[in-house]
């Protein structure tokens, strides 16, 4: 059974920092693209990150870009999103899910996925 869960989320002041982890089992995470979408509430779930099978490539969406850094350890079957600078627009539940196998070109669609976990409240304050 292919279990994602999420930790690392919290309340943050703007301009602040949080670090997200999202631990993998049940399948060989090393072999697929990962990626972060979040969802504000009466918003619709929105890609944030995405990051290759080998972790040697990654893609943003606009917002985020320059604050924000997606990374994963495959031996630990964990990825991982460094939020800086945080502001109050980056309130929402963030999800991580995983993407295509051996995939290396960015999925951007929550159709790319398949799995995905729970979900972690991230509350920046103004």
């Known amino acids: 059974q292919v279990q994602l869960v999420e930790s690392g989320g919290g309340l943050v002041q703007a301009g602040g920092s949080l670090r997200l982890s999202c631990a993998g089992s049940?399948?060989?995470?090393?072999?697929?693209?990962m990626g972060w979408f979040r969802q504000a509430p009466g918003k619709e779930r929105e890609f944030v990150a995405w990051?290759?099978?080998?972790?040697?490539?990654?893609y943003y969406t606009d917002s985020v870009k320059g604050r924000f850094t997606i990374s994963r350890d495959n031996a630990k079957n964990t990825m991982y999103l460094q939020m800086n600078s945080l502001k109050p627009e980056d309130t929402a539940v963030y999800y991580c899910?995983?993407?295509?196998?051996?995939?290396?070109?960015?999925?951007?669609?929550?159709?790319?996925?398949?799995?995905w976990g729970q979900g972690t409240q991230v509350t920046v304050s103004s």
């Open positions: 990051i290759s099978w080998a972790g040697t490539i990654t």
């Open positions: 899910a995983t993407g295509g196998r051996f995939t290396s070109y960015r999925e951007t669609s929550v159709r790319d996925y398949d799995y």
């Open positions: 049940g399948r060989t995470f090393s072999n697929y693209a």
